[in-house]
Nanobody, 114 residues
C-alpha cells in the first residue's frame, strides 16, 4: 500500500490550503485515515482523523478551522485548512490503516507566513 500526498505550499496567515492523500496498491478501503504534522524541533502530532464511516476527530488546535473528509470510492482523504496561522507551519503526513497494516505517506510542507 502506498499513500501519495499532495497539496500544501505557502499561504499567508488567515488564508487557506488543501491537502489530499490517495491510497494505492490495494482494493481495500482504509478503515482509518488521518493527518499528522511535525514542526521543526517538535514531535509529530495528530491533526485530524476520519473513519471509513465518516466519523471525525480533530486536535483542539485546529477545531473549527480544518475539515477532514474522504472519498472511499477514490480511496482519497482530504484536509481543508482555513484561517491558517503561522503555528500551522509543519510537514504534514497522511496515515492509513489498511487490512491491519499501518502506512505513512511522504510529507508535504505547509508554510504559513505572518
Amino acid at each position: 500500500v502506498q499513500l501519495q500526498a499532495s497539496g500544501g505550499g505557502l499561504a499567508q496567515a488567515g488564508g487557506s490550503l488543501g491537502l489530499s492523500c490517495t491510497a494505492s496498491g490495494t482494493i481495500a478501503i482504509p478503515a482509518y485515515m488521518g493527518w499528522y504534522r511535525q514542526a521543526p524541533g517538535k514531535q509529530r502530532e495528530l491533526v485530524a482523523t476520519i473513519t471509513s464511516g465518516g466519523n471525525t476527530n480533530y486536535a483542539d488546535s485546529v477545531k473549527g478551522r480544518f475539515a477532514i473528509s474522504r472519498d472511499n470510492t477514490k480511496r482519497t482523504m482530504y484536509l481543508q485548512m482555513n484561517s491558517l496561522k503561522p503555528e500551522d507551519t509543519a510537514v504534514y503526513y497522511c496515515n492509513a490503516w489498511v487490512l491491519g497494516g499501518n502506512y505513512w505517506g511522504q510529507g508535504t510542507q505547509v508554510t504559513v507566513s505572518s
